[in-house]
């Protein structure tokens, strides 16, 4: 699970620019700045496993989603990605060569080859040994087996943090505006 918490920190610059509006209004408006940047940060967490899995955008999303929103008394924006089985290697375009099966995983990488891999109603196996038993069912990666991996942990985090600034200082400027002509 990647979460992402404003602290008093991220909020003190915040307070002194919407010193005159009220202090409810002023929580309200810095919750639908965590709320909007969270959509945001989704999306881009989205697209950074996308980089690294070759699997459609609509299958990532079904792992990855948002924690609970925040609120007035609640600062912090959660995006979830959810532990699942290992899909089947087949999944990941695989196909049947000479030299045995090829597969791909990350999309920058070229394919890669199982040479003693053999497939059997869509799915990938492997002896173990030079013996024909026995045989071992291949899996690929998961989408949190991708994260994990490829410590996208803490990128994601970081991004979240200056997309979460981006929205903050943007609310205030509106904030102020909008006390500056009432």
Not at 121 to 131: L, P
Request: no cysteine; glycine share 8%.
């Amino acid at each position: 699970m990647i979460k992402i918490k404003v602290g008093t920190s991220d909020l003190k610059g915040m307070e002194t620019r919407l010193r005159k509006s009220s202090s409810r209004s002023t929580r309200k408006s810095i919750a639908d700045a965590v709320n909007s940047a969270s959509r945001k940060h989704l999306n881009n967490t989205v697209k950074e496993i996308k980089k690294n899995l070759s699997k459609p955008t609509s299958y990532i999303k079904k792992f990855v989603r948002l924690g609970k929103r925040a609120n007035s008394a609640n600062m912090q924006m959660d995006i979830i990605v959810k532990w699942a089985e290992r899909p089947e290697l087949s999944e990941f375009k695989a196909q049947k060569t000479g030299g045995g099966i090829s597969y791909q995983i990350n999309p920058s990488d070229g394919r890669k080859t199982i040479k003693s891999a053999f497939m059997h109603k869509s799915k990938v196996f492997r002896r173990r040994g030079s013996q024909r038993l026995p045989i071992v069912n291949l899996k690929g990666v998961s989408v949190w087996g991708v994260v994990v991996k490829n410590d996208l942990v803490k990128k994601l985090e970081k991004q979240g943090r200056e997309s979460l600034l981006f929205e903050l200082n943007k609310k205030a400027d509106e904030i102020v505006r909008r006390i500056g002509r009432g």
